[in-house]
């Protein structure tokens, strides 16, 4: 049942919350605006733009929802 979910997206979430984790916790709302560019920019530039890999919105998906989780215990909404 866990095999549902591809090992990209698994390592796209893991990474954006190694990355996000700082950035907020630091900065607060400012980190988490530039944890979710870093994401965007890593889609658009490194991914697209430079051909590097296969661009999608899904992987932007799956970095951003761990920075979501750490704005919200960090604001605690």
């Keep these: 049942m866990m095999n549902k979910i591809p090992?990209?997206?698994?390592?796209h979430?893991?990474?954006?919350?190694?990355s996000?984790?700082?950035?907020?916790y630091l900065f607060?709302?400012?980190g988490f605006i530039f944890s979710l560019t870093l994401y965007a920019?890593?889609?658009i530039i490194y991914d697209w733009?430079?051909?590097?890999?296969n661009p999608e919105f899904l992987d932007f998906v799956y970095s951003s929802v761990?920075?979501?989780f750490y704005l919200i215990l960090k604001l605690n909404l």
Aim: proline share 7%.
């Design 7 to 11: 090992n990209d997206k698994l390592l």
């Design 13 to 18: 979430f893991f990474w954006g919350g190694i």
């Design 20 to 24: 996000a984790f700082p950035l907020i």
């Design 28 to 30: 607060s709302i400012y």
């Design 41 to 43: 920019a890593k889609e």
């Design 49 to 53: 733009r430079m051909g590097k890999g």
């Design 66 to 68: 761990p920075a979501i």
